[in-house]
């Protein structure tokens, strides 16, 4: 599996992704809505991609507050940390099959950028 030199991302990158993707789904979710129209015409489909995000984003902070509060992790989060939230996070709340796929793509990623 291809590795990225730790020095490019961090973990403070992975959040900063994770609530700019948050915002862009917020604004855009609707128009992904009126789109979906297949297989089945439910118009959800940028609803569950934000809810989904949502959960990552709440899963990478989580990540961020217990190396703040507590006094047994010490540092900052690795980006391993973050990467393995963000996609926990996603799988743990996605939502339909967008968010699903999302969650494995979120996961693929994870894996390539937290290999030692």
Same mark, same amino acid.
């Given at each position: 599996m291809?590795?990225?030199? !730790?020095?490019?991302f961090?973990?403070? =990158? ?16 609707e128009?992904?809505?009126a789109?979906?129209v297949?297989?089945? =015409? ?7 991609l ?5 959960s ?9 507050? =217990? ?9 900052k ?9 963000? =996609? ?9 099959n967008?968010?699903t796929?999302?969650? !494995? ?5 994870? !894996? ?5």
């Amino acid at each position: 599996m291809a590795q990225v030199p !730790q020095t490019f991302f961090d973990a403070l =990158a992975v959040r900063t992704w994770c609530g700019l993707a948050l915002r862009a789904l917020g604004r855009a979710r609707e128009e992904i809505d009126a789109i979906n129209v297949y297989p089945v =015409a439910d118009g959800d489909t940028g609803t569950n991609l934000y809810l989904t995000v949502e959960s990552a984003v709440a899963a990478v902070e989580a990540v961020f507050e =217990a190396h703040e509060v507590d006094a047994h992790v010490s540092g900052k989060p690795t980006l391993a940390d973050a990467t393995r939230a963000m =996609a926990h996070g996603a799988l743990i709340g996605a939502r339909g099959n967008s968010g699903t796929i999302l969650a !494995q793509l979120l996961r693929g990623m994870a !894996q390539v950028l937290a290999a030692d």
